[in-house]
């Protein structure tokens, strides 16, 4: 599984925002970095096909082979992560996941349960997800993407909210089943610290490299 | 559309002179009528501004339902000039038939209106199998309505005269004339009023005072064109410009309607009433809405009289239906159940001699009620002027106290 | 798919308000060919300026629409500007709410009977503060200078003004510019008026133009508080279109005309006066004045008018139902010397069938108008101003200028007189308030949240099913609660388009008005009030027992 981006340039009024080519092996997080309002929100939007009006865009989003640049976000198989959980709020824990599921999927209860004890929530099927901790609940919306079976993962600031201590952990948790899974992995953060647990080339909407401050 | 050809002739033979075989002809086409009724649901619209009258046209129904399987829905009306402005609308659109009026509680001025526009089915009367109980020489109101002849164009139901009502436990010697009442509201300020014209009653009431002060009524009788309008009102504007700052609130403002007039008096705002239903206050008692220590009386030289009607618009949907509820009212059962003061108190429009014994004792047994006169205690019923007369003074009301300045 | 919903939904705001409007124009110069009016002429304007009442009911039209729509404006603004942030503003909002379900009918019939020299505060009092023993001789209701139509209107418009602020604030940055003014020294109370109010006021615009114009053509209200020596020109359009004199009703139709025109200008007026007033009010903002010594008696005089329009509402409805089980009550008694039910008994077989139609009625005229909404915003959910400016178009435009010629209209197409069609014209008011009520939460609501569905590959339909329908839940069924009171409380359209055979309970309790029974027209305001509010309750209850347990749809 590859996400490839070729020659990706969005203008708005004739300004140029962005103008990237890459490529994201299976495993391996891109890093997009940059200070708030220089195009990172407009460049995932772009690539789950939410660019709202006013924006102009040419070039090719290609996922696995196939070009899905013309496609509506359902079709796109890209799974995303927000900075908040957006747990759907009346449903609970077990029905955001199912919500995630395909529904073809047979043994979804059985599914479900893996997928909460890989994040260490075994048995929280019929809690109210506004009862649980931020980690929880990032935790939840991470396994909900990845059991919609998704071909590629876009991270838009999903640690910014939590603690320091929390956040170390979530994103090890977060790339660690990435790369297990062999996800191609699009990081958009401004925390250079991100940058450096994610591992990856870093670079800003321009596909400029970006050098990462020494640890 | 057969049994409509039927009652046309049968109605036409009706209006011609009664001979035995029109009769035979005539008990025919009602049962065919009776027939075609049958199933049909009649869209009474009449005020609906009473529960008294409500109740009892309620129960009009449920008999109506049981003896000729016709429906009555009662549609309440804020003006009976909805119901007439209804069939306008229809015939403006063409509707002319299955309307959605199928008859009218109506009277004076939307009863000439209606008829001399051609919205009314008739002359439907005498085709009526009730009509020969109707007594039409002791109450004239009945042939003619406001000096518009009926030509058997509205079944009549009941009849009105207008009466005061008083409170003896505050008022225990009440103005018995025009000029009385004058010299009382000058002694007595804010304790009377009437209804705003052009209201029916408030109207009636100015007519009232005309017939008092003038020397000669009967010039009312014919259109107010052919009178020296001006000169026969005079006396009428000097008694209300005379009357008004000493009217309830300094005549700034007046009661919408007789059943606001009669809050007044039950508020103790004021101290005199009126009604055109000689029973009003004796039923009003009986619910609880008036003390009992309220009279009624009328003017030693009598007060206005009228009859209340029973009209079916031309484009009726369900003619036979409204044709068999005409018929009902008059029955004897139902007519004296609206006399009955303890549910409407309205004055019958048959004569108690061309009733059954059975029926008679019917009308015999009913207790008037304490507040309401005895029939050779209502004084002399006056006929209504001209509906012209209406019309002018109640224009000429609006535009003299009823706009303020 | 959904433009069309927002098509079909101009189209049913639109529509009506246009061929009704043309039906009204065409006899206001004299053309009806079924009254015999065939060719055009100024005879209706002629006989309309010779009314002798005219300059009169203008003025009335004219005086109380400024005055009501000036005073529930500031009152409104008083009460958010002292309450806003403060224990008690979440209670107050939520007595509030239910206020807009209230029949304006009902809320003048309890006034009313309230202020009445004979009514409930007059008996209070006497005869032991005021020596009366019977109703004074003062003129209080009907009062020629309309005052007590204002009060009318304005203890219905304040909850209705104070609900639109409530749905603008979070559009206006209010806490933290609130906070920046009190840290600069500033009175919260006058704080609010300096910082916020301009840019609520811009949000509300709309909705006080539908005040303005109602408070300068309504109906019922002016039949029961308002003056009758002239009444305001809406009563007199509405008493010429039913008189028995056929001729008259030309002369009401050019009524309906110069009824417009008048909200036209009052509007263009009230338009040019924001301009002038935004002027004066910067200046005022800016010269520095910070208003503290001013903020407590402002919060007085705030929380006296808040408890003002609460308690007239309250007590006016309390005063309905016990005179709907009064058995005689003379003045002056406070209580009735005898209860009974005697009148809810005489009144019983008829009021099952009519609360039935009603409630059949009001439920198809909103779940249709809900579609229709949802429909509207999926397609547009930020609607252009001239959009916008057509959804408020059947609520600006005066019902008595543009409901005859409708239902004229369904006449010619023998669409009256039933249910359905009855349902339809209430849609054409009903639709305005669900989407003013259902916009703003819809705007809200969290984008993310369908990105994040899509994302997990749900297609737009569930999306819009599974996802955003259920997370505003509570906001539609508050859209359902507002749409179903509306409906409930139309007068005219039910009359005239119902062609009486198609009855509600307003249409019963305003025909039951005119007898002045109080019993009454108790029994039936309490039904007529009590029928909005069950659905109220409804509304409040469902969602509260759906998502029990689930924190996170408490609020929104």
Redesign the interface.
């Known amino acids: 599984m590859t996400l490839i981006v070729d020659d990706l340039t969005i203008t708005r009024a004739g300004q140029p925002m962005v103008a990237l080519s890459c490529r994201v092996a299976p495993g391996e997080v891109l890093t997009v970095m940059g200070p708030s309002g220089s195009g990172k929100s407009t460049l995932l939007a772009a690539l ?1 096909g ?1 660019l709202p009006g006013g924006f102009r865009m040419a070039g090719r989003v290609l996922l696995n082979g196939r070009d899905i640049t013309g496609l ?9 992560l ?1 900075q ?1 959980d ?7 824990v077990g029905g955001n996941l199912g ?2 599921l ?1 529904a073809r999927v047979p043994e979804r209860d059985r599914l479900i349960a893996e997928a909460l004890e890989d994040a260490d929530l075994a048995g929280m099927e019929r809690r ?4 649980l901790s931020g980690g929880q609940r990032a935790r939840v ?1 991470l396994m ?2 990845l059991l ?1 079976g ?1 071909d590629a993962l ?1 991270l838009d600031e999903p640690f910014a909210r939590l603690d320091s201590a929390l956040r170390a952990r979530m994103r090890a948790f977060v790339f660690e089943r990435a790369r297990r899974r062999g996800l191609p992995v699009v990081l958009v953060t401004h925390d250079s610290a991100d940058a450096v647990a994610a591992g990856g080339p870093v670079i800003d909407v321009q596909g400029r490299p970006v050098a990462l401050p020494s640890p | 559309m057969r049994r409509l050809l039927a009652l046309t002739a049968a109605l036409t033979l009706a209006t011609a002179d009664q001979t035995a075989q029109a009769q035979a002809q005539d008990g025919l086409a009602w049962d065919s009528v009776v027939a075609a009724a049958r199933g049909q649901t009649v ?1 009474w ?1 009449a ?5 008294r009258i ?2 009892f046209i ?1 129960s009009v129904g449920q008999d109506l339902q049981a003896r000729h399987g016709v429906t009555l ?1 009662h ?5 009976t ?6 069939v ?8 002319d038939s299955g309307g ?2 199928d008859a009218i509680w109506i009277n004076g ?2 009863f ?3 008829k001399d ?1 051609g919205l009314l089915f008739g002359p439907f009367t005498q085709a009526l199998p009730n009509w020969p109980l109707v007594d039409t020489t002791a109450n004239p109101a009945i042939l003619v309505d406001f000096t518009q002849p009926v030509e058997g164009y509205g079944s009549p139901w009941a009849m009105f005269q207008m009466v005061y009502e008083h409170d003896t436990a505050v008022l225990p010697e009440p103005p018995r004339s025009i000029d009385a009442l004058r010299a009382w509201i000058a002694d007595n ?2 304790r009377f009023t009437y209804p ?1 014209p ?1 209201d029916f009653l408030g109207t009636s009431f100015l007519k009232q005072v005309l017939h008092g002060v003038l020397d000669d009524p009967s010039m009312l009788m014919r259109p107010a064109e052919d009178a020296d309008y001006d000169a026969v009102t005079a006396p009428l504007w000097t008694f209300l410009d005379e009357i008004t700052p000493n009217l ?3 005549g ?6 007789e ?2 007039l ?2 007044l008096l ?4 004021v101290d005199i009433a009126f009604s055109f239903n000689p029973g009003r206050a004796s039923a009003a008692i009986a ?3 008036l ?1 009992d220590t309220v009279r009624t009386f009328v003017f030693d030289d009598g007060t206005l009289a009228n009859a209340s009607f029973l009209a079916i618009p031309y484009n009726a949907a369900n003619r036979e239906g409204a044709l068999v509820l005409a018929n009902l009212i008059l029955d004897p059962a139902i007519q004296a159940r609206a006399q009955d003061p303890a549910i409407l108190g309205f004055q019958t429009v048959l004569g108690l001699d061309r009733l059954s014994d059975a029926d008679r004792a019917r009308f015999r047994a009913l207790d008037l009620g304490i507040a309401t006169l005895a029939p050779d205690a209502m004084g002399m019923g006056l006929d209504e002027p001209h509906p012209s007369w209406m ?1 002018r003074i109640a224009e000429d009301w ?2 003299r ?4 300045p | 798919m959904a433009r069309l919903g927002l098509l079909a939904a101009l189209t049913v705001l639109g529509l009506p308000v246009l061929a009704g409007l043309a039906g009204v124009i065409g006899p206001a110069f004299g053309y ?4 015999g009016g065939q060719a055009f002429s100024l005879e209706p304007w002629r006989g309309l300026l010779a009314w ?2 005219l300059a ?1 009911a203008v003025r009335l039209s004219v005086v109380t629409g400024f005055l009501a729509t000036l005073i529930a404006l500031g009152l409104t603004f008083l009460i958010v500007a002292a309450w806003q942030g403060r224990p008690g503003f979440a209670w107050l909002t939520r007595v509030l709410a239910p206020m807009l379900a209230l029949p304006h009918a009902a809320a003048a019939f309890g006034l009313a009977f309230l202020i009445a ?2 009514g409930w505060i007059a008996r209070g009092l006497s005869p032991w503060a005021t020596g009366w023993d ?2 004074p ?3 209080i ?4 200078l309309g005052l007590a139509l204002v009060a009318g209107l304005v203890v219905k418009e304040v909850p209705f003004l104070l609900l639109m602020t409530l749905a603008a604030l979070p559009q206006t940055d209010s806490h933290r510019s609130l906070l920046v003014a009190q840290s600069l020294g500033y009175g919260r109370t006058v704080g609010w008026l300096k910082v916020v109010a301009p840019r609520v006021y811009a949000q509300i615009r709309l909705p006080v133009y539908a005040v303005l114009a109602y408070a300068m053509s309504v109906v019922d209200v002016a039949v029961i508080l308002g ?4 009444p305001t020109l809406a009563v007199q359009i509405l008493d010429w ?6 001729s008259l ?1 030309f002369q009401a139709a050019a009524g309906s005309v110069l009824q417009l025109g008048l909200v036209v200008a009052a509007l263009g007026v009230w338009r040019a006066g924001e301009g002038l007033v935004g002027g004066l009010w910067t200046r005022w903002a800016t010269r520095g004045a910070r208003g503290v010594v001013a903020d407590p008696a402002l919060r007085r005089l705030a929380t006296g008018a808040a408890g003002a329009v609460g308690l007239a509402v309250g007590l006016g409805l309390a005063g309905l139902f016990l005179w709907s089980v009064a ?2 009550w ?2 002056p008694a406070a209580w009735p010397e ?1 209860l ?1 039910l ?2 809810w008994a ?2 019983v ?2 009021l099952g069938p009519v609360t039935g139609q009603t409630a059949l009625i009001a439920l198809g005229a909103t779940v249709a108008a809900l579609v229709l909404a949802v429909a509207a915003l999926q397609a547009r959910p930020d609607p252009g101003r001239w959009v916008l400016a057509l959804i408020y178009l059947p609520l600006v435009v005066p019902q008595i200028a543009f409901v005859p010629g409708l ?2 209209l369904a ?2 197409l ?1 669409l ?2 039933t249910a359905v069609s009855v349902a339809l014209a209430h849609l054409v008011f009903v639709l305005p308030y669900v989407v003013l009520v259902l916009a703003e939460p819809w705007r809200a609501w ?1 984008h ?2 369908g ?10 339909a569930r ?1 819009l099913w ?2 955003r329908l ?2 505003l ?1 509570r906001a539609l069924l508050a859209a359902v609660a507002v749409g179903f009171a509306t409906s409930v409380a139309q007068y005219l359209p039910t ?1 005239l388009i119902g ?3 198609v ?1 509600t309970i307003t249409t ?1 309790a ?11 027209i108790g029994v039936w305001a309490v039904v007529q009030m009590a029928l909005p509010l069950a659905m109220f309750a409804l509304c409040l209850l469902l969602p509260a027992l759906l ?1 029990r ?5 408490r609020t929104g």
Request: proline share 11%; net charge positive.
């Open positions: 789950v939410a509506p976000t359902h079709a796109r198989r890209l799974g995303i927000f908040d957006i747990l759907f709020p009346h449903l609970s919500f995630g395909p109210d997800p506004a009862s919306a909900r993407t919609s998704p876009l | 869209y619209h005020w609906g501004g009473d529960p409500n109740a309620a829905e549609v309440r009306l804020a003006d000039a909805d119901a007439v402005t209804r306008i609308a229809e015939r403006q659109a063409g509707r959605a009026v001025a939307n000439a209106a209606m526009q300020p804010g705003q052009p309830w609130r300094q700034r403002a007046y009661p919408a309607n059943p606001a009669g809050q039950a508020d103790g705002e619910a609880g809405e003390p019309t609006v535009a106290y009823g706009t303020a | 009806l060919p079924a009254l002798p009442g009169g020299p004979s019977r109703p001789d003062l003129l209701v009907n009062d020629p003056p009758t020596r002239p279109t039913t008189d028995p004199d056929l009703r058995g005689l003379r003045f005898v009974t005697r009148t005489g009144e077989v008829a239902a004229s006449l010619v023998g009256d007189g969290d993310r949240a990105l994040a569905a899509a994302a997990l590959g749900a297609r737009p999306v599974a996802v259920p997370m839940f009359l062609a009486g055979r009855g019963e305003v025909a039951l008005a005119s007898s002045s029974n109080r019993r009454l998502f347990n689930r924190q996170g749809m």
